[in-house]
């Protein structure tokens, strides 16, 4: 019997069914949960999402949904979350690992283009301009003040602001015009292969400037 959270028992204190230990088996369902909910936020056609039908997409009952959330906007929240922290933290890293100011606008935008081509799900939940949950909305306006903080110090070398408000509207200028482009792609407006879209986006975000610097 695959045993489930009871009132002031923590995972760590679930017993192992099957060899498995119980703070594993909550994890295991809780991220079955956020992949069906990754699934059913994205296709077109879901119609509400509800707990019901999360649970029937992962193959878990409605008491396992409510071990690990309140409510589908809980979900739908820690999955859009789950989703911004790997770009975020993979474009960050890449973007410290490059070179010059080319290398590192190069490396930011394949990690993000290599997150949502791994799995396209991404890319429509974080840039298509359908959402399938209005809670998302505000997470959706949270991610890009946190894209555009992250994308300050690139637009501060490669765009030459010097001021910090001046910074900031840069970040946002590049953001906005790479979510677009991130958006047409994953929505298959664009016949683009990785390398291309990639270039197409490095060139965008690199005034002619910083290109012949």
Known sequence: ??????????????????????????????????????????EPDVGTVTVRGICARAGLTPRYFYESFDNVDALARATYDGVIAEIAERAAAAFA?????????RAAVEAIVDVIESDPRTGRLIFS??????V?????????????????ESAAQVARVGQADETMAAAHFQVGG????????????????????VAVCVRMMLPITAERS
């Open 1 to 42: 019997m695959d045993g489930v959270t009871k009132p002031g028992e923590t995972a760590s204190e679930l017993r192992s069914y099957g060899g498995e230990a119980g703070d594993a088996r909550v994890a295991r369902r809780r991220a079955a949960l956020i992949d069906a909910s990754l699934d059913m936020l994205t």
């Open 97 to 105: 690992r490059g070179g010059d100011a080319r290398g590192k606008v």
């Open 129 to 134: 301009d359908t959402l399938r949950s209005p």
């Open 136 to 152: 998302l909305a505000g997470r959706r306006a949270d991610s890009l003040q946190l894209f555009a903080n992250l994308t300050s």
């Open 178 to 197: 790479l979510g677009r482009v991130l958006a047409s792609w994953t929505e298959g407006r664009l016949d683009l292969d990785r390398d291309r879209l």
